[in-house]
């Protein structure tokens, strides 16, 4: 029995839906095929990562951003830098930051579980120095396996 015998029982007054379906199925396979090839190729799997590290991007922006305007510190905030914490199963960046104030003064600030967890997602392990600055003046991430060049980062485009 093949794969069409139950639908072309289901819809054995309207031949034509059958046909369509037929055709629209060797299409959906000839399309799963080529998605298949070019995630085994890795050319698929890299733009996926790619656009997923955007995303997460994104949504890390916008926490920081949402987070810091609750809070009613958004006029005077530049940027914001996450630091990593050691578990038991290894350092990751977390959601205490180092808010970076336009005068250069640094504030320790919670962000929250959200955050953590999109920094978690987006970076994983990392070292123990390891930090990623969020500069909120250009929209834009850096991370570094070293904090103090993330700072050093923030305080050069601050002057």
Request: include cysteine.
């Amino acid at each position: 029995m093949d794969e069409f015998a139950v639908l072309r029982e289901l819809f054995a007054d309207e031949p034509a839906t059958v046909h369509e379906l037929r055709a629209a199925w060797e299409r959906a396979r000839s399309l799963f095929a080529t998605v298949h090839d070019k995630y085994e190729s890795g050319v698929l799997r890299d733009e996926l990562n790619r656009h997923a590290t955007t995303a997460n991007e994104a949504l890390l922006l916008e926490l920081v951003r949402e987070t810091l305007a609750r809070e009613g510190l958004t006029d005077d905030v530049v940027a914001a830098v996450f630091t990593a914490q050691e578990w038991d199963n290894g350092c990751f960046l977390n959601e205490h930051a180092r808010v970076v104030r336009r005068d250069g003064a640094r504030i320790r600030f919670d962000f929250g579980e959200a955050v953590e967890d999109v920094l978690i997602e987006e970076y994983g392990p990392v070292g123990r120095d390891a930090a990623v600055g969020v500069d909120l003046r250009s929209g834009t991430m850096t991370f570094d396996i070293d904090a103090s060049n993330v700072f050093a980062r923030i305080a050069a485009t601050n002057s």
